[in-house]
């Protein structure tokens, strides 16, 4: 049965109508066509699908839809400001966290997540945050890298 579940979306208001038992995930690509969340193993396991739900990184394969209602979600494609990279997404480039990308939106809003709980976050800690987020092709010395780097930018600048 369909229900109207409302929300905020990378800053702006919306609604939609869906089965409440869909997970976050295929909601956002398919009826907002954000593909910068993937799908990655399904289960909650690697980190790919990480969004933000009222700041805090989650999983979106394993979310369901009807636990977003009334609160903020911010994907990979929200969290730019004005057209500027967020200083995250502008490290990682800088560090050449990239590679392939598959990971890379979930790494961000998971490092993203982590250093607003602890924005002087140590490269160890940076780390450990990290750990559950899986990155194939290997980068994660110039991940870790990216986020440290990240964290002077934000509080210099204030990001959020």
């Known amino acids: 049965m369909n229900e109207t579940i409302n929300f905020t ?11 409440s038992s ?16 993937k799908y990655g193993c399904g ?17 979106s394969c394993q979310t369901l839809i009807k636990s977003v209602q009334s609160k903020s979600v911010i994907t990979i494609e929200g969290l730019s400001n004005n057209g500027s990279l967020h ?8 560090h050449n966290a990239v590679q392939c990308g598959f990971c890379t939106p ?27 987020n899986l990155c194939r092709c290997g980068s ?11 964290t002077e930018e934000m509080r210099k600048g204030g990001a959020r």
């Open 9 to 19: 979306l990378n800053g702006k208001s919306v609604s939609v109508s869906t089965d």
């Open 22 to 37: 869909r997970s976050l995930l295929w909601v956002l690509r398919t009826e907002f066509e954000l593909t910068g969340t």
């Open 43 to 59: 289960e909650g396991l690697c980190g790919s699908c990480t969004v933000l739900v009222n700041e805090r990184a989650v999983r």
């Open 87 to 94: 200083p995250l997404q502008k490290a990682f480039i800088e």
């Open 106 to 132: 979930g790494m961000i809003l998971n490092a993203y997540s982590l250093l607003m709980e602890n924005p002087t976050a140590t490269e160890q800690e940076i780390t450990e945050g990290m750990d559950d």
């Open 140 to 150: 994660y010395k110039r991940i870790v890298q990216a986020i440290f780097t990240a």
